[in-house]
């Protein structure tokens, strides 16, 4: 497998995988062509240099699974840096190969490359394989996460 930042040539492939699952398609635009708001959307993280927007190719060159690390900079912990990971798919016909372990290796030691003093996600209640996949991985829920939608 591939690690490497995702390029605009792979907002078609990312989308389709974030669309594949019961919540993500009731939010999203999954449609050929896409909406242009995804393109829009993969500049400014493509520009942003606290955000890696990153694929996984398999040993063909097919995008297999994504995911999407952002870095926080902040005061606390001595102007320290969070980093956070979210948008983690891997493509229906590679679920189930350790792909997700090995996504989850690869954005711990990226965190840590970047020292970072913490790697954090959250997830949907919704998903309870997931949670237990992330706390298989160590992953504990210290905290209550709260969101306003808009």
């Known amino acids: 497998m591939k690690f ?3 390029t605009s ?5 990312i989308v389709e995988m974030i669309a594949d699952d019961p919540l993500g398609s009731k939010r999203e635009n999954y449609t050929i062509p896409l909406p242009k708001t995804y393109y ?5 993280i ?6 890696e927007l990153i694929v996984v190719e398999n040993d063909i060159g097919q995008v297999i699974a994504v995911f999407q690390m952002t ?3 902040y005061l606390t912990y001595q102007g320290g840096i969070r980093a956070q990971i979210e948008g983690v798919r891997v493509h229906k016909d590679h679920r189930g190969l350790g ?12 965190a840590k490359e970047r020292n970072a003093h913490v790697l954090q996600l959250t997830t949907d209640k919704k998903r309870p394989d ?9 992953f504990n ?3 209550e996460g709260m969101k306003m939608h808009f």
């Open 9 to 13: 040539e792979n907002v078609q492939a």
């Open 99 to 110: 792909i997700g372990k090995t996504i989850f290796h690869w954005a711990i030691q990226r």
């Open 46 to 51: 493509d520009a942003d240099p606290n955000q």
């Open 71 to 73: 870095f926080i900079p």
């Open 130 to 138: 997931a949670i237990r996949f992330y706390e298989s991985l160590g």
């Open 40 to 44: 829009d959307a993969f500049e400014r």
């Open 4 to 6: 490497r930042k995702a």
């Open 141 to 143: 829920a210290s905290h």
